[in-house]
């Protein structure tokens, strides 16, 4: 084992202590916003993601053997099995180096193999490395393998490693599968795995407080301590503000991800990112009469008169392919809240093609708590809208990029 997984495995052991898990608290008293995995993978000198994972499942799966059946579908018996993080193989070209792998004791005969991509995905040697593993698997028949990414996989590598029987998870489909597994439900190691899953991982909650995300429209878009909103500035409700932006950030991700993964692989130049921006609703006869009373750089808390309310948007970016110009699809998210007196939160879901001369836009209202698959559904409405729209105005478009367009049809219809 290497001297990053041997620090890595220290740290994790330490993590598996019940006594250990604790909160930990900042020497300002503030509570640390870190999973448990998280705060000790801080204390490593470098990120090394995949490698970092690959030891915190092979102590986790030591502990708790049944993590192996939800992870690769096979029993072990750690009587009779090893789990370690590294284990070097030969590739075509060069070594390879699996980041989690099952040995038999007895004779440390392969039975299992995990590859982990945190974000080295993108690299274009992802195809031969990917490529020698399902060689490995290939030539030694009963080989469990998966291939775990913190992003949605290339449509054609996750396509190789089904059509050769084996899994193709995100972090984010480990940390439900892992949910849905009612044998592990109360299980303390289970339960740390799947709280570092979704702090690294793109993982969809459906259940998102409504209070913490008014707090944090009204903290971010610089809300006065407007009637009726004082409980949004409370330090209880402000210390949650950073889980409920973590959350809708990572909803948003696994948004654009499975709408890449389904349907834009084929029209798209560049997998999808996110991203997000807070807009107050300006009062126009409120700022006149505040601009009166400031100098021309005064730094000011903006008084009631001037604010009406505010958005935080959220979105899913994709580049369609081509050379001609720019045009890019965005799924988004517009979470609004108004000073005035119902203070009900609004959600909308938006699916836009934007180009340099034209915008086609489609928006729909959703409820805070709607399920995935619903959102996937009103995605695919929106988008296909703004699809047609977008087609029927081809004037704007190099050949190119109606090319791009016509394929995201084809793969819609």
């Known amino acids: 084992m290497s001297r990053i997984n041997r620090e890595a495995a220290r740290l994790v052991r330490r993590a598996l202590d019940p006594i250990s898990s604790r909160a930990v608290r900042c020497s300002g008293g503030c509570l640390v916003k ?38 690769w579908g096979i029993s072990i018996d750690p009587r009779h099995h090893a789990v370690t993080a590294e284990w070097v193989f030969p590739g075509k070209d060069k070594g390879r180096r699996a980041d989690l792998v099952v040995l038999k004791k007895k004779d440390r005969q392969l039975v299992a193999l995990a590859e982990i991509k945190y974000e080295d995905h993108k690299l274009d040697s992802t195809g031969a490395q990917l490529k020698d593993y399902l060689d490995l698997v290939e030539r030694q028949s009963g080989l469990a393998f998966v291939y775990l990414t913190k992003h949605a996989p290339k449509h054609e590598d996750k396509w190789k490693v089904q059509q050769a029987g084996h899994r193709a998870y995100t972090y984010g489909d480990l940390f439900q599968a892992l949910h849905a597994n009612k044998g592990l439900r109360g299980n303390h190691t289970a339960q740390l795995l799947m709280d570092f899953l979704r702090e690294e991982g793109y993982v969809f909650t459906q259940n998102i407080d409504a209070q913490d995300v008014k707090a944090l429209i009204a903290q971010t878009c610089g809300f ?6 004082g409980k949004l500035f409370s330090g209880a409700t402000y210390e949650r503000t950073t889980d409920a932006l973590q959350q809708i950030l990572a909803n948003a991700a696994v948004l654009g991800d499975s709408f890449y993964e389904q349907y834009g692989a084929v029209a798209f130049g560049n997998r999808p990112f996110t991203r997000f921006t807070s807009l107050p609703w300006i009062n126009k006869t ?29 979105w899913s970016q994709m580049r369609f392919a081509g050379k001609s110009g720019w045009m890019y699809l965005y799924i988004e998210q517009s979470y609004e809240l108004s000073t005035g007196t119902d203070h009900k939160l609004k959600i ?39 699809l047609g729209d977008a087609l029927a105005d081809q004037a704007h478009f190099g050949g190119d990029k109606r090319k791009a367009l016509a394929k995201l049809r084809s793969a819609m219809a």
């Not at 400031?294 to 948007?313: A, K, N, Q, T």
């Not at 180009?355 to 836009?361: L, N, Q, S, V």
Request: hydrophobic share 40%; glycine share 10%.
């Open 34 to 71: 870190k999973s448990f995995f998280g705060r000790f993978k801080s204390h490593l000198k470098q990120d090394f993601g995949g490698r970092y994972l690959g030891a915190v499942l092979a102590e986790c799966i030591n502990a708790e053997p049944g993590i192996a059946k939800t992870l």
């Open 348 to 386: 909308r879901l938006g699916g836009t093609i934007d180009t340099e001369r034209a915008r086609h836009e489609h928006w729909r209202k959703v409820g805070l708590n709607t399920t995935l698959d619903k959102l996937r559904e009103v995605v695919r409405q929106l988008v296909k809208a703004s």
């Open 224 to 229: 006065p301590q407007a009637a009726g909103l």
């Open 286 to 314: 409120g700022m006149k009469l505040l601009a009166k009373e400031l100098d021309d750089y005064d730094e000011v808390y903006l008084p009631r008169r001037s604010i009406s309310g505010g958005s935080l948007f959220v």
